[in-house]
Each structure stands twice: as C-alpha cells, then as structure tokens.
C-alpha cells in the first residue's frame, strides 16, 4: 500500500510538471490536479477515516447510522401550504452578493425558513453547539491539523432539473464564492490554496495552514450552485432569475417585492436520509411581504398567515385580543432557546468624527433609559443587553478575567476598561423617571473630559460646534425606540434626528457606511467564529457592504478573533471569546439595548411544531400541516 501510494505521489509531480504545456481551459485553478483512472483518496493519508460528522469541538453527538435529529418529528405528516409573512421587500435572489444580499428573497437558504433551494456539503445539527453531518458530501475527512479537508459526494445528489452534483460543481462554487461574494465568504472561501480532485466524487480542499479550525467547517457550509447553470459572469449582479438548487423546493411563483412560493420537488434526491427525516413537510410554502408590522399583524388575525414571530412587547401582550385566539384557533408559543442572547443594539458609526471617541460613546450610551423604556413602551418584558454573548457561558458580564484572558489580552494594555476585566461592569441603571440626575451628570463629566462643554443648553465640541447626529430606522418600532432615545440625549443639550427609510434605500445606505447610528443585531451563537472577521476586523471597516457596521479598527479585536478560531480545547476558545467580549464592551460601539426572555411566536393550530426545539430556537422546515389533506 506504501509503495503505491508513493507511486501515485510520483505521478501527481510529474502531471503538474506538465501542466503547463496543457491548454489553459483544461486546467483547475489553484495548482489542482485530476486522476481519472486512480482514487487517491484511497491512499493517501490512511490514518484519517472518513466520518460522518465533524465538531468545531468534541465529538458529534449523533452516531453514524443515526435515524434523525431530535428535534424533528420523523412521522410528521407530509402535504398542506405554510404562509409566512414578513415585513419589507424583496429585489433579489441571490443573498450572497453585495447587491441585494439583504433585501433578497426570504427562506432560499437560512435556518428558521429553510433551505429549500440551495444546499451544502454539510448540514448542521442545530440541536448541537456546531456540528455538521454529511449531505451533499456523504463522507467526509479531516486531520487533527485541519489543514485540509476531503469530502466524497453521495452519488445520488443531484439538482432540481435532474442533473448530478459533480465536483467541478464544488470547485466552481468555492471559486465564484471568493471572486464575487460578499465579504465574509470573499475572505473565508479566499484562504483555499489548493484543490485536489481525489477521485470521481472526491474532491480535497487546501488551506495555508490549520491556525483558523474553523475554515473547514464554514468550507461544509457554503452554498453550492450549478457550474452549467450559473452566469458566472454576472454572479455579483442582483437577478430575479430562479437559480438551480439542490433543495428540497422549485419556485413555483415570484412577484417582485410581494410575494414567493417554493413548491416541494417530488424527486427530491435527499428526502429519505436520516438528517431529512421530518424536514420539508408542506407542498408548498409562501412568503408573504408587508411594508409594515401593522399590516402584517393584521393578516396574521385574519388567517392569512400560519404563524408570525413577534419581537414587540407589546404587540405580543396586546395583539392576541381577536375571535380565533379567543376560541383557541390561534395559540401563542415561547420558546426558552439554549443559546446567547443576540446583542441588539443602536451602532455607532466610528467613521464619524463625533463617534470616534470611546468617552462620547460610553456617555451616549449611557443616555439610554432603559427603566423608562421598557416599562413604558414594552410592559416590563425585556431583559437589558449587556454584552455580546449574554446568558452562556461565553458572557464576560459579572464574571472576572481568568488567567488565560489576561494572557491574551497582555499586549493590548488600556483596551479593556478595569471595570469589565473584574466583570463588574454593568449598563448604566436609571430610576425610571426619564431624567436621573445621577446618570445625566455622570454621562456628562465623560463628554466634559473629551473636550465637549454645555454653551446656552446646547453641547458643542472643542471647535465650538454643536453635536448633533441622525438616527435612521426602518421600521416604526426603531422610531418610536429612537425619539424615546433622542428626549434623552435633548436633556444634556445634544440633538439627535430621528429618519425612517424604506428598505432598499436603508440598505444602499448601509452597504456605503452612509449613516450616523442605526439600529443593528449582532446575532449570537454557541460558536462564534469567522463570521467576526466580517463583523469586526480593521479589514471590514474599510470594506464597502461588510458587516463592521461601526467600522472598529482595533487590533486588539483581530487578535483576539484569531485566538478563538485558533482554539483547540473548549476552555481556550471560551476565554478567547470572552476577552474579544470585554474589548467589544469597553470599545462602546454600540448603545445595548434588550432582549426578550425567549422567542414570541403567535400561530394557528392548523400547523404543528415539534415538541422539542433546536438549541438555536424555532426553524419552520421541521413544522407541518395538521390536515395536509384539506
């Protein structure tokens, strides 16, 4: 086996030697090499098995062999229609672009709408930390040093149109992921040094090195497109035209900012494996799009939609007071989920001139009344915001810094205020008046040392000028939540406008960093990772359409994210998260805002859910129709 093996090494040089002399169109980029009549992955490298699943950490919970994830019902019956509704619009259908990226067509690829178009090489388990089980790929291998990773195709994936998934089509999906995607995968899917086609289904994927453990895993997660079908050359322009998927669904109708409908494809390749059972249950699912939550809310009453997430107190406290809740047609859901809070927040834009000083910040967001707000606007349902990774065990907030954080935080003296690296650091706390004398005079001594003084009730800066900034929203829940804000700001002399936008313009504005604050969610999960590159890396500040919406530039922030993805053991990754947690907190990028105690969902008993939920909360692929027949 040795010698062959060797043989074949042999026999991979001297083709590469020749490479050059080959026409240019026969050739795969990246130095990759095609073996037609040997399978190396057959020999190479024999003390890495092929599995069936891989962790970011430990070992896959579900054994090979498996018969289905938790939370899905395998009996679930299949058949009936599922009607969502959103508000906004739609221009797009390729959420992978900086065009349109987000204001594309919902539930084409995401966790709660589904997959239903387009697929990975991988599917996580979203009842696990960050596991992925095969899919597109059936078997998959990985070396302790994840400085590679192989994956071997499962012979009957194929497209919706009929055609097989090939490994050209993964090459071909990687490549125009790093020339034209948008930034996070541009950076992810650009650290590839080599492909190696290992056999007919095998393809292997090459990396520089194995300091980044988690680039193989996002590798098993990209989206995967047809190379026969694809306009390859027009891939970063927004289009209306349906892509060709592996998914589950065909669209069956497409009206531009109005409506979607997925119809279920009877052939699909995958519906019988384990990791689909209880998956993809209605015939047909449609996307309904509201211009506002009113009007959206109101066709939920109505029976127009099954079921609608609600993120407003309020609305979820009041909204239930119709005929069909009263008679028990529409039930309400809390789901308690089992991962960090999201930190939703007002950014501020560090480009700004105003915002570029951490003392501003920390006295601006220390304006916000949260007491006042949420009692008055919310009926006392939020949970304040602190920090990025609040209710895990990632949080920095209330607890000191172990002695791996202050390692790795060592170099950077002065980023991490004392208060947060003793984890005693909390949000300002008010009375509840919406004028604490306490608060507004401490806010301001911080203003006062950054060179800002009070001149006739107005704040002006060390030039003179007076400070003033916009707030833009898109909704009239951010309104209401922004004018409560700006009263507050009013009462130490800063003036802060409040504009709502439409969608497309609030998005033309947010790829170009063309704002003073905006409202922003900084999603959490139980394994961050490469996604913070995009969120927070000096590279992203300057990179039009990234997700560094506060445009950081703090080289504390790049080193902490590569200790993290760089973490071997649980214990180091947990400290490397919970130090990039306090530099983000001390940095004061943005105003924390709330959380609610679990996910709202208001939902007609025509549909049912399973009765376990996903660690990640609610996903509508694993619902169904309780009379798919009617």
């Known amino acids: 086996m040795l010698r062959n093996a060797q043989a074949l090494r042999r026999s991979v040089t001297r083709r590469q030697l020749l490479a050059t002399a080959l026409p240019p169109l026969l050739l795969l980029p990246f130095g990759a090499t095609l073996f037609c009549n040997a399978s190396l992955a057959d020999v190479r490298d024999p003390q890495v098995p092929a599995v069936h699943a891989i962790s970011m950490h430990g070992e896959p919970a579900l054994p090979s062999g498996f018969s289905h994830f938790t939370y899905a019902n395998p009996d679930a019956p299949k058949g009936g229609i599922l009607t969502l509704g959103v508000q906004g619009t739609f221009d797009s259908l390729n959420s992978f672009i900086v065009q349109g990226g987000f204001t594309s067509a919902r539930g084409m690829k995401e966790r709660q709408f589904g997959e239903n178009i387009t697929e990975s090489l991988m599917m996580r388990n979203n009842g696990e930390a960050f596991t992925l089980y095969g899919h597109l790929a059936e078997f998959v291998r990985m070396p302790d040093s994840r400085e590679w990773i192989e994956f071997t195709l499962n012979p009957k994936a194929k497209f919706s149109d009929g055609s097989p998934f090939t490994v050209d089509d993964v090459i071909f999906s990687l490549q ?78 497409i009206v531009p900012g109005r409506r979607v409908v997925y119809r279920r494809n009877p052939d699909y390749w995958a ?50 007071d119709f005929p069909a809740a009263k008679d028990g ?60 990774w609040d209710n ?51 806010a301001l001594d911080l203003l006062q040392e950054a060179g800002y003084s009070l001149k006739d009730r107005v704040l002006v800066d060390p030039a003179g000028q007076p400070a003033t900034f ?50 922003y969610t900084w999603a959490a999960s139980l394994s961050p990772g490469g996604e913070q590159v995009g969120r927070w890396s000096q590279k992203a500040a300057d990179t039009p359409g990234s997700l560094n919406i506060t445009g950081a530039k703090e080289p504390a922030i790049d080193a902490l994210i590569d200790a993290m993805v760089a973490a071997r053991s649980r214990e180091d990754f947990v400290s490397a998260v919970r130090a990039l947690d306090r530099v983000l907190v001390s940095g004061a990028y943005a105003v924390p805002l709330f959380h609610p105690p679990a996910e709202w ?25 309780v009379k798919p027949g009617n």
């Open 392 to 442: 895990s065990e990632l949080s920095s907030i209330g607890r000191p810094a172990d002695a791996r954080e202050r390692e790795l935080l060592a170099s950077f003296p002065g980023v991490v205020l004392p208060e947060v690296l003793e984890g005693t650091w909390k949000p300002a706390a008010t009375d509840g008046s919406g004028r604490d004398r306490t608060v507004l005079k401490a």
């Open 601 to 625: 969902l208001g939902q007609w008993t025509r549909i049912a859910a399973p009765a376990t939920f996903p660690l990640y909360g609610y996903e509508f692929p694993t619902w169904w129709s």
């Open 176 to 253: 125009i992921m790093r020339d034209k995607g948008r930034p996070p995968f541009r950076n992810w899917y650009a650290q590839i040094t080599n492909f190696e086609v290992m056999g007919e289904r095998t393809v292997r994927i090459s990396f520089k090195d194995g300091t980044n453990r988690e680039l193989p895993l996002l590798i098993a997660l990209a989206p995967m497109f047809s190379k026969a079908a694809t306009d390859a050359e027009n891939f970063d322009k927004s289009t209306l035209k349906p892509p060709l998927g592996t998914g589950p669904y065909v669209f069956a109708e």
């Open 470 to 519: 916009e707030i833009m929203t898109k909704n009239e829940d951010e309104e209401k939540l922004a004018l409560a804000y700006s009263r507050g700001l009013d009462l130490i002399g800063i003036k802060a406008s409040v504009r709502t936008v439409d969608p497309s313009q609030f998005e033309e504005r947010r790829i170009k960093f063309d704002f003073d604050m905006v409202f």
């Open 271 to 320: 519906k019988d494996l384990p990791q689909k059972r209880g998956f993809d249950n209605f015939d047909e699912i449609r996307v309904e799009y509201f211009r506002d939550e009113t009007s959206l809310e109101e066709s939920f009453r109505k029976g127009l939609i099954d079921v609608l997430p609600f993120s407003n107190p309020t609305r979820w406290v009041n909204g239930f």
């Open 329 to 388: 047609k529409v039930v309400r859901t809390e789901i308690v989920k089992g991962t960090p809070a999201n930190m939703q927040g007002m950014a501020f834009n560090t480009r700004r001139p105003l915002f570029a000083d951490r003392r501003v910040r920390q006295a601006l967001s220390m304006l916000f009344d949260f007491e006042w707000v949420n009692r008055n606007l919310y009926s006392d349902l939020y949970k304040r915001t602190a920090g990025y």
